[in-house]
Structures are given as C-alpha cells and as structure tokens.
C-alpha cells in the first residue's frame, strides 16, 4: 500500500517519525522558548513519552497500519495539551494567544494532510453510519472494470477526492489496476485507481474494496469535489438534521441536495 501514497503524505508522516526534533523546533519558533529553557523541556520524562508515542505513530503512519490513523488522533490532542503547558511554564512571546492558535493551526492542518488520504480508501473510521437506517444511507451504483477488463457491479458507500469504499465481492487483489465509472447527481464520471484495501465481511465493515484514485484530470476533480460536498451535506442532514427537522422539510432539503448537479435553469 505504500506505493501508492503521495509525497506530500510522506513529509507529513516524517513530522511523527523525527518528533522530538520537529516538535520542538515547531512550538520553539512560535513559542520564542530560549535555549536554556529547551534544556529544561529535555529533562522532563513527559516529553520523552510523547517523543516515544509521536515516533511510533508516525512509523505506523508510514506502515498503513490501522491503528496509527487513531494514534495520530491521540497525538493531536496531546500535542495540544503539551503546547499550552510550554506556552505557559516556557514561552517567551508576547502575543501568546495568536501563537497558541498558530500551533493549533499547524496541528489541524497535520492532521487533515494525512487523514484526507487515509480515510475512505484505507482506514473508513466513519462505516458505522453505513449500517444505520437503510433509508439514511448514501450509496451509489458503480461499475468497477478489472485490469483484465471484466466488470464487477458494486456500491460506493464513502467517497473523498483521494479514494473510495465500494461494496462489492473482493475478487480483485490489493495493487490491481482499475477503472472506476459511476454516475454522482446526475454526472457519469470514470476514473482510473488501485485498489488499496479489501475486506471479506465482519460486523463494522461490509465486504468490498478501498480504492484510491489515480491523479485526476482538471474536469474530472472539479465533478468529484462537487458530489463530495453534496455527499457531507446528506450525511450530516442524515445523522443530525433528521432530528431537528419536520418530515417534510427534511424531505425538501433532501430532493434539493439529491438534484443533478449543473448549472441552474434560464428563467
């Protein structure tokens, strides 16, 4: 599965893999901590556990191992906690709140780099919304076309601009090429992939295969980031809004969101 991972989640995961030198280099710049003050840092067994927990994430980040995806999710709060605790025994800046959110910030962003990639190809930390209420579950049909040109029927049950989940029988190994087609609101769409990931059943996770997309023409991205809004729309109208809303404003907004995607009509 590494192969098919890009550059950029590589540097991101080397964050985690050379912690105690990129974290402290990090809070260091935005914190303004002195030297003598790092010294001090370095001497704490605290910092050596969250240097120790940082360097296994980031190895099982670069392994693809399915525990690091939620061990990432830790060391983003911990790293939260650890910075306001040097802000506060160990900065030296004078506008500390605007620094405090400039970590945050360099957190969220480190997190959302390397969970974008992951998530719905690899890890679907999200399936278990998939097995709610059938009359609240997001899926569309799809046609997978195997490297010797056979074509399997399926499902999409998770969608990102990196990847997808499809519902289907396994009958393709991990690193086969393949061809994606489906039809998002209203658009046929095709897109060239390898598949990542496979399940044969259990009781979170439906048989099928995370594919991860092949880089994506201009057009062809601008579709697809187009059905993923509408797609976060219906699940958060599915998950939360449901309970909020009348039947039949809830059925509006949904007609709405499940319309074909284009340009809207001439008066």
């Known amino acids: 599965m590494k192969a ?9 995961t080397f964050f985690y893999m050379a912690f105690p030198v990129t974290y402290l280099v990090a809070v260091s ?24 927990a940082g360097i296994i994430t980031g190895f099982g980040l670069w392994d693809v191992r399915r525990w690091s995806w939620y061990a990432m999710r830790a060391m983003s709060l911990a790293m939260a906690y650890s910075s306001v605790v040097l802000l506060v025994h160990y900065g030296q800046t004078e ?35 998939w097995e709610s209420n059938p009359r609240y579950q997001i899926r569309f049909p799809v046609r997978v076309i195997g490297p010797r040109g056979e074509t399997i029927e399926g499902q999409i049950l998770d969608l990102s601009l990196d ?37 044969f059943g259990a009781v ?7 594919i991860k997309f092949c880089p994506l023409e201009k057009q ?6 187009a059905a993923t809004i509408r797609t976060r729309r219906l699940d958060a109208l599915y998950r939360r809004g449901r309970f909020l809303m009348a039947e039949e404003d809830l059925k509006k907004t949904v007609d709405k969101l499940r319309a074909p995607i284009g340009p809207p009509p001439r008066e």
């Open 4 to 12: 098919n991972l890009s550059r950029l989640y590589k540097a991101l």
């Open 29 to 52: 710049t935005l914190f303004l901590i002195p030297g003598v003050e790092l010294t001090k840092v370095l001497l704490q067994p605290s910092f050596y556990l969250l240097s120790l």
């Open 220 to 225: 062809s991205r601008r579709a697809l980031k």
């Open 163 to 199: 990847g997808c989940f499809i519902k289907m029988r396994p009958e393709l190994s991990e690193q086969s090429e393949v061809t994606v087609e489906c039809e998002l609101f209203g658009k046929s769409w095709k897109s060239p992939g390898v598949v990542v990931w496979q399940t």
């Open 95 to 129: 506008q500390p709140i605007p620094a405090f959110f400039g970590c945050i910030l360099l957190i969220w962003l480190l997190d959302r780099g390397i969970s974008s990639e992951l998530r719905v190809p690899y890890f679907m930390p999200q399936i278990t919304w």
């Open 204 to 210: 979170t996770f439906p048989r099928g295969l995370g």
